[in-house]
């Protein structure tokens, strides 16, 4: 299991010191979620964070893009430090077109589903993908209870990855903590990201250990 620890979460006035006992904890993977409050209804953060992050851990970061225009921003973020990038096929016709991009700049590319997006979105792309984001909240913000349907819809893409002999991996985003992350793996996630569980008790270190533990039993 990857964790990927989402600042989405994190408390940005000790932002290095969280993702750092993030790091300590277990977390193998910094996840920053950008929202451009058109394609969910938030506003998030941008490069400059992203390069902050950089500049504090050595861990790869994982940018997930939930914006309307996403292919105007791919450089910046990949300048910027992000390794893994994700763009939601909801949002962008072109994503072949990113894809390419991405993995031409040597970075991980992802595609986004939200929860109601079928896996049929995606048929024709996959094989081009090092990785599917599958949202198992609505995104736009963090602390909402996981979708018991997500369970269903991992279990079918393992089946098609593995069908089609791809090693393309799955994460999943939005409501997991230790009540239901062993199930997520059972289902065929590799990685899992995690903000509330990780940052909202305020001692990531110990969050992150927890929800690894928790993966392991």
Do not use: Y
């Amino acid at each position: 299991m990857i964790l990927a620890a989402s600042i989405l979460s994190a408390d940005f006035a000790q932002l290095g010191a969280q993702v750092n006992a993030a790091a300590r904890g277990g977390a193998s993977l910094i996840h920053v979620d950008v929202m451009d409050g058109h394609f969910v209804p938030n506003l998030s953060v941008g490069p400059p964070v992203v390069r902050a992050v950089r500049g504090i851990s050595a861990l790869p970061i994982d940018v997930h893009l939930m914006l309307s225009h996403p292919e105007h921003f791919l450089d910046v973020f990949v300048d910027s430090g992000a390794q893994w990038l994700s763009v939601h096929i909801e949002a962008q016709p072109n994503v072949q077109r990113n894809v390419d991009h991405l993995r031409a700049r040597g970075v991980r590319a992802g595609v986004a589903l939200n929860p109601a997006t079928p896996l049929s979105a995606i048929d024709e792309i996959l094989p081009d993908l090092d990785f599917v984001l599958v949202m198992s909240v609505n995104p736009g913000f963090g602390g909402q209870p996981l979708l018991p349907r997500t369970f269903g819809k991992v279990r079918a893409l393992r089946r098609r990855v593995q069908e089609l002999g791809l090693a393309t991996q799955i994460e999943v985003d939005g409501g997991i903590d230790t009540s239901n992350v062993r199930q997520l793996l059972e289902a065929g996630a590799d990685v899992i990201v995690a903000g509330a569980s990780v940052f909202g008790d305020g001692d990531a270190e110990v969050a992150a250990g927890r929800l690894l533990a928790s993966a392991s039993r």
